[in-house]
């Protein structure tokens, strides 16, 4: 069984709080931006000011190599129902049809 939530050290913090933080987060970024947009429209330069960014962000539970080797594997296979396919599938009805024809002309 999996010691994963066992150890008092690395225990999660649970969803409920975690979306708050995050909640927070969010909130606190949205203000700064007002603030900044306010000091720009009201003449400080744009390259002057500093934008805000997310100082807290919950820790992944993937190693990010293998989620991005995941994602390229992902992005090399072939959806069967791309429009190649759909293409490829007339062709095969007009060639058919075309050989019904030709068999039934002769």
Do not use: C, F, I
């Amino acid at each position: 069984m999996s010691k994963r939530h066992r150890s008092q050290e690395a225990v999660p913090l649970p969803r409920a709080e975690q979306r708050a933080h995050a909640h927070g987060e969010r909130h606190r970024v949205k203000g700064e931006l007002h603030g900044l947009a306010e000091m720009v429209s009201h003449g400080v330069d744009s390259d002057d000011v500093v934008e805000p960014g997310a100082q807290w962000k919950p820790m992944h539970h993937h190693d990010a190599e293998r989620a991005a080797k995941k994602l390229d594997h992902a992005r090399n296979q072939r959806h069967w129902k791309v429009k190649e396919w759909k293409r490829r599938t007339t062709v095969r009805r007009q060639k058919a049809a075309a050989y019904r024809d030709l068999a039934q002309s002769a």
